[in-house]
């Protein structure tokens, strides 16, 4: 049954005044009551549940809807890609700047790239949640730590990336002899090499929303470190357009 609504006006002294029909009178009594009335009703409208939605389904027929709906509009997942996308590409970057960084030698073996970022929980999830292997939490490994660590092989890091639209062929870092030798000879830069990644471990803390990545990559083609001028003499080994030093695989 439909509430029947209020269409009378309580003056202070007592008095209604039927308000469906157009008032006569105009005095303070009326426009006291007047405002009374819209602050009662303001608080019945703030007080008040949401009214609920109907949705059709796939029938055509209304149901109730509380709210809206969970699932992801076409735009939302769209935009979550974008962002996604836009991550990992930064995430790139920063080591497409690392493996070129001065401190860091290719000298034909192995090197370890490590930095922070600082991501939400959605957007860690987003980007590795069930890559890898996970390594912790689990149930047999710390299954209560806040710590997460995961471990990529170099192929599935190098997919992360290109699901970034990022070029992995475009890592570069520099080759350098190695200091001492028969010689004691100085380390020697040589040239910019191809850089491939060998390995990605991921740590992140649920509590400080740190994540730090440690990459080992290493010289496409390896080679072998020759020690400095030396290098003239005893052979060794960089490949790929450093055969005016003597320098082959």
């Known amino acids: 049954m439909a509430r029947q609504r209020q269409r009378k006006l309580t003056l202070a002294t007592g008095e209604e005044i039927d308000i469906s029909k157009k008032l006569t009178v105009y005095n303070e009594e009326v426009i006291e ?14 007080d008040a549940e949401p009214p609920t939605k109907r949705r059709k389904t796939a029938a055509g027929i209304g149901v109730e809807n509380a709210g809206p ?30 493996c070129k960084a ?15 970022e600082v991501l939400e929980q959605a ?40 699901e970034g639209n ?16 028969p010689r004691f000879a100085k ?11 060998d390995a990605l ?16 990559v290493s ?3 390896g080679g072998c470190g020759v020690y400095g001028t030396s290098h003239k003499a005893y052979g060794g080994g960089f490949g790929g357009g450093f055969s005016g030093l003597g320098l082959y695989f």
């Open 102 to 116: 001065a401190g860091l030698k290719f000298q034909g073996s192995q090197r370890q790239v490590k930095f922070d």
């Open 219 to 221: 010289q496409v083609g």
């Open 201 to 216: 471990e991921i740590q992140y803390s649920h509590n400080t929303m740190k994540c730090t990545l440690k990459f080992d």
């Open 187 to 197: 380390s020697e830069k040589i040239g910019t090499v191809d850089v491939k990644i």
């Open 166 to 181: 990022a070029k992995v062929d475009q890592l570069k870092g520099t080759a350098w002899t190695i200091g001492g030798g």
């Open 69 to 98: 709906s969970d699932e992801p509009t076409a735009a939302q997942l769209k935009k979550d890609d974008k962002k996604n996308q836009m991550q990992i590409k930064k995430l790139f970057d920063r080591l497409k700047k690392e």
């Open 33 to 46: 009551a007047m405002r009374l009335r819209i602050i009662e009703l303001e608080d019945r409208a703030a």
């Open 123 to 162: 957007e860690f999830d987003a980007l590795f949640k069930g890559r890898g292997i996970l390594i912790q939490p689990t149930p047999t490994n710390k299954p209560t730590s806040t710590v997460t660590i995961i471990e990529l092989s170099g192929a599935q890091a190098e997919m992360l990336f290109g």
